[in-house]
């Protein structure tokens, strides 16, 4: 389920950059990496006889949760892009 959640969340940042919105750029980077990491694990785990997709609660939880961290550290780079330029002026 984190695997669907991150892509969702890569999408909708995706889309929302290409819309216009320069600063979503990182964002869309950030989740799809995210999802391609998550892409790679699901593959690893159909070869090693597990189910493709977890669709559990825990699975939800963990892909809310890495939504969540990229979000903060999104926020994070902004804000210190934003301390950067009022420092050098």
Do not use: H, Q
């Not at 750029?25 to 790679?40: C, K, N, P, Q, R």
């Amino acid at each position: 389920m984190c695997l669907l959640l991150t892509i969702l969340a890569a999408v909708i940042s995706g889309a929302l950059w290409r819309l216009g919105s320069k600063s979503l750029g990182t964002l869309a980077l950030i989740y799809t990496g995210a999802a391609v990491m998550w892409l790679v694990d699901c593959f690893f785990a159909l070869a090693e006889g597990e189910p493709f997709l977890n669709i559990s609660l825990d699975d939800s939880l963990l892909g809310v949760l890495v939504i969540a961290c990229g979000a903060v550290l999104w926020l994070a780079l902004c804000a210190f892009k934003k301390l950067r330029v009022k420092k050098s002026t």
